[in-house]
């Protein structure tokens, strides 16, 4: 009984790490001469987001279980930019945002 109950632990466990795996997003987000953007504002999922470096980069992660993941994108004078990240994996993003 108790090495029924061991395995269980052993396989419950295993299973909830997995589903619990974080992915990285990272990036930089430039404008129309190519340069770094700083503090462009990113949303993503329900309520999260964050802004940009001084030199345009970003980083965060994102769990398994939120992909499909929409990304937000938006800077004053700049027009807004979505993208949708649609397959759980770490990303390395180039975005390029379009004066309005």
Not at 71 to 94: A, C, W
């Amino acid at each position: 009984m108790i090495r029924l109950v061991a395995v269980l632990f052993f396989l419950l466990s295993g299973f909830v790490a997995s589903y619990a795996q974080n992915f990285t997003v990272e990036g930089t987000v430039t404008g129309a001469n190519n340069e770094g953007l700083a503090f462009v504002n990113i949303v993503y999922g329900a309520h999260k987001g964050v802004i940009t470096s001084l030199d345009g980069t970003f980083s965060f992660k994102v769990n398994k279980a939120d992909f499909p993941v929409e990304l937000k994108f938006s800077y004053v004078g700049y027009s807004d930019t979505v993208i949708v990240l649609s397959v759980p994996e770490n990303y390395s993003l180039h975005i390029k945002l379009n004066p309005e």
